[in-house]
């Protein structure tokens, strides 16, 4: 597969009830379709887990009078509009090369703003057009489908995080981790006190509901994009000049 786009995801639940679980998930564009991979390890504390949080602890029905107010799922498929787009640039970036044919003497510069914007599109435009794509929870999205929100992280008390982000040549890896007091560990009668404890309060009286999350999130493009980069280099190589100007010099 000539993969455009990669999302790779790898997180350990690394103390805590939860532990040592550890999940996996792939996600692969290219200029057909989608695939997604999304595997569990070590995954019978986590089932444990989950089967002992108290859900109507942490779980609060919204009114009636905000759920209506919320938005409706987006019946646009962002993912097929970013293919699209890159398409459809490449074709006005081949097709531009033509003009080398002609007099115009804004063929260099059109190319070259064209190079860019398709650097653009596909480390700016396309990914951003996947996230957008992956929260509005269209019907029969595969991404909505299998990357669906947890609300774990969301209930934690005392909560404590720390991102570290940094750019590689073909997009940027980010390494998160958070930790906290899971308040679906905590018993009911006792969530408005943890809640207004401090936190070495909690330490000493919740320490069974603490858990660490940590996860390491990629977001690159295919291996095959960034031979776009030599492209200069040949023009530097092989001057663009207009084809018709250097058959008037001649004459």
Known sequence: MSAWMVVEFDGVYEEGKPSPTEIHALVVVDADQTYIDVEMEKATS?????????NTGI?????????KGQDTPSDTDFVDLGRTLIFVSLLVFIGLHGLYFT????????????FVWILVSF????PTLYVYDLGSGRDGS????????????????????????????RGIEIE???SGY???????QDLDEARNSTEQIASENYS??????????????????????????????????SLSRTMTEEE
Do not use: C
């Open 46 to 54: 986590f089932f444990i887990y989950s089967l002992s949080r108290n």
């Open 59 to 67: 779980e609060e029905a919204q009114p009636e009078e905000e759920n």
């Open 103 to 114: 007099s115009f003497r804004w063929t260099n510069i059109l190319l070259y703003f064209m």
């Open 123 to 126: 480390f700016v435009v396309f």
């Open 142 to 169: 595969l991404a909505y489908q299998n990357f669906a929100s947890n609300d774990v992280e969301e209930s934690l008390l005392h909560q404590d995080d720390d991102v570290d982000w940094q750019v590689t040549h």
């Open 176 to 178: 998160t981790s958070y």
């Open 182 to 188: 899971d308040a679906g560990l905590v018993a009911k």
């Open 208 to 241: 069974h509901a603490y858990i660490q999350f940590g996860s390491t999130f990629s977001f690159q493009v295919g291996k095959n994009i960034p031979v776009l980069y030599t492209l200069p280099i040949f023009w530097l190589i092989f001057p663009m000049v």
